[in-house]
Every structure is written in structure tokens, then in C-alpha cells.
């Protein structure tokens, strides 16, 4: 059985910064792409940032470019989403989602598994 558990949301004044990590256990995610996306209130879930396990390859939404880095842990089956210069339209559930075809692809539908989810909450 394959898990995602994220971590690390929380409420953060605008300018500020979160550091949320995500988990990966059940397998070896060796060749697995791993992606961050959010979801706010009456919105769609959106892409955010994206990892290819071996390489290292970053991809990023045009919206956080600049403000977030996406990076992973090998070792640990872990990957993290350092995000700075928060602003209020940062607020969303932040799910991590694990890529088998390793492409690291802006697409939810491309993912296989997904967290539960972690609540980030930017204030103004």
C-alpha cells in the first residue's frame, strides 16, 4: 500500500514562509516523479511544482516561480515545498501526488497516488 502523509502547513502572515514535506513509504519511488498541487475554496486543483525522482528536474506554475523551490530527499523518500514571499492567493489544501511515469507532469490526472492533504493558510 502506497502513502503519501503530508506535513507542515499551518498559518503564516503574507511575506512569510512554510516548509511542508511529504512522505512517501509502501514502495520504491526510485522512478516516480512527485508533485505538489493546491486546491482553495470553490476553485480547481491546480498544479504547483513537480520532481523527477533520479534526476532532479524542477518544474513550477508560473504563479510561484521565483517564491517556491521543490526539492527531495532520496534517502528518506521524502520530498518538501520551501515556500517564501507568501501571499493570501497562496491559501489552499496542499496535496502531494506521486508521478509513475516519472515525468513530473503539470496534470493531476497523471498521478497516481495523492496525500490528504495539508491546509496553508496566508494571511493579510
Known amino acids: 500500500q502506497v502513502q503519501l502523509v503530508e506535513s507542515g502547513g499551518g498559518l503564516v502572515q503574507a511575506g512569510g514562509s512554510l516548509r511542508l514535506s511529504c512522505a512517501a513509504s509502501?514502495?520504491?519511488?526510485?522512478?516516480?516523479?512527485m508533485g505538489w498541487f493546491r486546491q482553495a475554496p470553490g476553485k480547481e486543483r491546480e498544479f504547483v511544482a513537480a520532481?523527477?525522482?533520479?534526476?532532479?528536474?524542477?518544474y513550477y506554475a508560473d504563479s510561484v516561480k521565483g517564491r517556491f523551490t521543490i526539492s527531495r530527499d532520496n534517502a528518506k523518500n521524502t520530498v518538501y515545498l520551501q515556500m517564501n514571499s507568501l501571499k493570501p492567493e497562496d491559501t489552499a489544501v496542499y496535496y502531494c501526488?506521486?508521478?509513475?511515469?516519472?515525468?513530473?507532469?503539470?496534470?493531476?490526472?497523471?498521478?497516481?497516488?495523492w496525500g490528504q492533504g495539508t491546509q496553508v493558510t496566508v494571511s493579510s
Open positions: 501526488a506521486a508521478d509513475a511515469h516519472g515525468l513530473g507532469s503539470s496534470r493531476s490526472r497523471e498521478y497516481d497516488y
Open positions: 509502501g514502495r520504491t519511488f526510485s522512478n516516480y516523479a
Open positions: 520532481i523527477t525522482w533520479i534526476v532532479g528536474s524542477t
